[in-house]
């Protein structure tokens, strides 16, 4: 969100900011003022012009925009967004200030005959702008009160709550002396703000800062965290003070696994099949029962610490009271103000240990670390025949197709009716060497079993995983269940042109025990040709 002070160079650099950090949508008030044959665009973003406020809506976000219209007279923007999930929001660009007629300020403002009881019909709403009211509800160094009532108002018959860092956003010099003032905020309703990050950049050549806001769906009031699993905690359960629970997890597989017989030298190709569908999915629920689940979420931060999170709880506690009547608005956002606060004060002395511990090659480290990120969004992408894809499941099917080409008309692969003899040569030995040789931090495919995992399979159920791969080798085959991969697409450093699919390569990760497989026919390879 930014005012522009009807700048073009300040509405270019608020363009240009949010770009390269990825900002879906972009609220602007005082725009630069166009003229007749003079009109501003952007190639990353789609322009929603009003009267003297402006959206910019990113041309490849996955997300989906819809414009309300709200009956007033262009300085109030509605428009209601849809998640890929599901989920729908509303945002709304606001700049209250009264219009100029042949220079002189009329006395209404026209932000304030919007129909605000439609308007606030929804429960997750975030409204941003240039609110130019004063007030010490939202600005503790407030000068005199001035021109607040409609917010106030507007504020306690909504029950919305002001997001802000504290921060000045507008610089202004009168009589010889500056003034400070915090204006430009973001405020929602009570119960979303805590979803919200706010940071200032004052880096612009208006007068006017821009703020702005970050939502995270998945933490609510800080109660909540992700509950999708990323991996286990196999290390811990390995530990001495878990050594109880390890040894009844091993006795629970081997009872499980005592019960379904190993492959044999005449396994079937189906066999082998069910088997390794059988062990991705009954290990990896094994280990969700008695292993403690990764879940990757803001506590999974170096920097989070207990004071953080005691912090937390007493602010969940008093939103909760704030709905019952028993806490006011004040003292849930000088909790919140606390929180952010040592957020930033942990955050802070993490980096300088960091650098005060630093080697040689961690220096160059910390500063790969200070350089900008990139987009965190991909751009929308043009096929070869000129179709333009700019949702996230076009861009997908995009990348793909240029990354997996199809075979050629004509040509077939066929696999081969029987395994060689190789098999025969491949020990016991040969396997386990695979298997431990391979790194434990590699990242797993979609079956979330890293190579901690393999080698506590191995541990508990060796004779399975040989007997798994000899049949493999036997028959000449790769189970279905280890040629799902997941991708991971990143841009391939200083093209010309990232609107173009080969600008971008996948990085694909395989299931482990496939890659297992993958090393005894590499080394049995490279033996051989010895």
Same mark, same amino acid.
């Given at each position: 969100?930014?005012?522009?002070g009807?700048?073009?160079d300040? +509405?270019m650099?608020?363009?240009?900011?949010?770009?390269?950090?990825?900002a879906?949508v972009?609220?602007?008030?005082?725009?630069v003022?166009?003229?007749?044959?003079y009109?501003?665009?952007?190639? @990353?973003?789609?322009?929603?012009?009003g009267g003297r406020? /402006?959206?910019?809506?990113?041309?490849?976000t996955?997300?989906?925009?819809?414009?309300?219209?709200?009956?007033e %007279?262009?300085d109030?923007q509605v428009?209601d967004?849809k998640?890929?999930s599901?989920?729908e929001? #509303?945002?709304?660009?606001v700049?209250?200030q009264? *219009?100029q007629?042949e220079g002189?300020?009329?006395?209404?403002r026209p932000?304030?005959?919007?129909?605000w009881?439609e308007?606030?019909?929804?429960?997750?709403i975030?409204l941003?702008?240039d609110?130019?009211a004063?007030?010490d509800?939202w600005?503790?160094e407030c000068?005199?009160? #001035?021109?607040?009532?409609?917010l106030t108002?507007?504020?306690?018959e909504?029950?919305?709550?002001?997001? !802000?860092?504290?921060?000045a956003?507008? !610089?202004? +010099? #009168?009589n @010889?002396?500056i003034s400070?003032?915090?204006i430009?905020?973001f &405020?929602t309703k009570?119960?979303?703000?805590?979803n919200?990050?706010?940071? !200032?950049?004052l880096?612009?050549t208006?007068d006017?800062?821009?703020v702005?806001a970050?939502?995270?769906w998945?933490?609510?009031e800080?109660?909540?965290?992700s509950?999708?699993v990323?991996g286990?905690d196999? %290390?811990?359960l390995k530990?001495?003070e878990e *050594?109880e629970?390890?040894?009844?997890?091993?006795?629970?597989? *081997?009872d499980?696994?005592?019960?379904?017989p190993?492959?044999?030298k005449?396994s079937?190709?189906e066999?082998?099949?069910k088997? =390794?569908?059988?062990?991705?999915?009954?290990?990896a629920?094994?280990?969700?029962r008695?292993?403690?689940n990764?879940?990757?979420c803001?506590?999974?931060?170096r920097w989070?610490?207990?004071?953080?999170?005691e912090?937390?709880?007493i602010?969940?506690? $008093?939103n909760?009271a704030?709905?019952?009547?028993?806490?006011?608005?004040q003292q849930? *956002?000088?909790q919140?103000?606390?929180?952010?606060?040592?957020?930033?004060?942990?955050?802070?002395? /993490?980096?300088q240990?960091? $650098?005060?511990?630093?080697?040689?090659?961690q220096v160059?480290?910390a500063?790969?670390y200070?350089k900008?990120?990139?987009?965190?969004t !991909?751009?929308?992408l043009k096929s070869s025949?000129?179709v333009?894809a700019?949702?996230?499941?076009d861009?997908a099917? $995009?990348i793909?197709?240029k990354?997996f080409?199809k075979p050629l008309?004509?040509?077939e692969?066929?696999?081969?009716?029987?395994?060689g003899?190789?098999w025969?040569?491949i +020990?016991?030995?040969?396997?386990?060497?695979?298997l431990f040789d391979?790194?434990?931090k590699?990242?797993?495919?979609p079956?979330?079993l890293?190579?901690k995992?393999?080698?506590?399979?191995?541990?508990w159920d060796a004779? #399975? &995983?040989?007997?798994?791969?000899?049949?493999t080798?036997?028959l000449?085959?790769?189970p279905?269940v280890?040629k799902?991969?997941r991708?991971?697409v990143?841009?391939?450093p200083?093209?010309?042109d990232?609107?173009v699919a080969k600008a971008y390569r996948?990085i694909?990760l395989?299931?482990? $025990? @496939?890659?297992?497989?993958?090393?005894v =026919?590499?080394n049995a390879i490279a033996?051989e040709?010895?």
């Amino acid at each position: 969100m930014h005012n522009c002070g009807r700048g073009y160079d300040a +509405t270019m650099i608020a363009l240009e900011k949010r770009i390269v950090w990825g900002a879906d949508v972009v609220m602007m008030q005082e725009q630069v003022v166009e003229k007749e044959g003079y009109n501003i665009s952007h190639p @990353g973003y789609r322009l929603v012009r009003g009267g003297r406020t /402006m959206t910019a809506i990113r041309r490849d976000t996955h997300l989906e925009f819809s414009e309300v219209d709200m009956g007033e %007279d262009g300085d109030v923007q509605v428009f209601d967004i849809k998640y890929p999930s599901g989920r729908e929001m #509303r945002v709304v660009n606001v700049y209250n200030q009264r *219009k100029q007629v042949e220079g002189v300020r009329s006395q209404g403002r026209p932000a304030r005959t919007a129909r605000w009881s439609e308007i606030m019909g929804r429960n997750k709403i975030l409204l941003g702008g240039d609110w130019n009211a004063h007030s010490d509800r939202w600005d503790p160094e407030c000068p005199p009160k #001035r021109d607040e009532v409609f917010l106030t108002n507007l504020m306690d018959e909504y029950d919305l709550m002001d997001v !802000t860092d504290g921060e000045a956003t507008h !610089t202004c +010099t #009168r009589n @010889g002396e500056i003034s400070r003032s915090l204006i430009d905020f973001f &405020i929602t309703k009570a119960g979303m703000a805590d979803n919200f990050e706010i940071a !200032t950049d004052l880096a612009t050549t208006s007068d006017h800062a821009i703020v702005c806001a970050h939502l995270r769906w998945d933490e609510g009031e800080g109660v909540k965290v992700s509950r999708k699993v990323t991996g286990w905690d196999i %290390d811990g359960l390995k530990s001495e003070e878990e *050594k109880e629970n390890y040894e009844k997890a091993k006795r629970e597989w *081997k009872d499980k696994s005592s019960k379904r017989p190993v492959l044999t030298k005449e396994s079937s190709e189906e066999e082998l099949q069910k088997e =390794a569908e059988w062990i991705q999915w009954n290990f990896a629920n094994h280990l969700n029962r008695c292993c403690k689940n990764i879940k990757v979420c803001a506590r999974s931060k170096r920097w989070w610490n207990e004071e953080i999170a005691e912090k937390r709880r007493i602010l969940g506690s $008093l939103n909760r009271a704030r709905r019952r009547g028993e806490a006011t608005q004040q003292q849930v *956002k000088k909790q919140r103000s606390n929180t952010r606060r040592i957020i930033r004060q942990s955050k802070t002395k /993490m980096w300088q240990d960091f $650098l005060s511990s630093a080697t040689k090659d961690q220096v160059w480290q910390a500063l790969r670390y200070t350089k900008p990120g990139g987009q965190q969004t !991909t751009k929308a992408l043009k096929s070869s025949d000129g179709v333009v894809a700019e949702s996230w499941d076009d861009k997908a099917e $995009l990348i793909k197709e240029k990354a997996f080409p199809k075979p050629l008309k004509g040509v077939e692969r066929k696999a081969q009716d029987e395994g060689g003899g190789m098999w025969r040569k491949i +020990t016991d030995e040969d396997i386990r060497l695979a298997l431990f040789d391979q790194s434990v931090k590699k990242a797993p495919g979609p079956d979330r079993l890293g190579f901690k995992a393999m080698r506590l399979l191995w541990e508990w159920d060796a004779p #399975r &995983i040989i007997a798994m791969v000899k049949v493999t080798f036997r028959l000449g085959i790769h189970p279905q269940v280890w040629k799902e991969a997941r991708g991971v697409v990143i841009p391939k450093p200083n093209k010309p042109d990232y609107g173009v699919a080969k600008a971008y390569r996948v990085i694909t990760l395989l299931n482990c $025990l @496939g890659k297992v497989v993958e090393k005894v =026919a590499a080394n049995a390879i490279a033996e051989e040709c010895e």
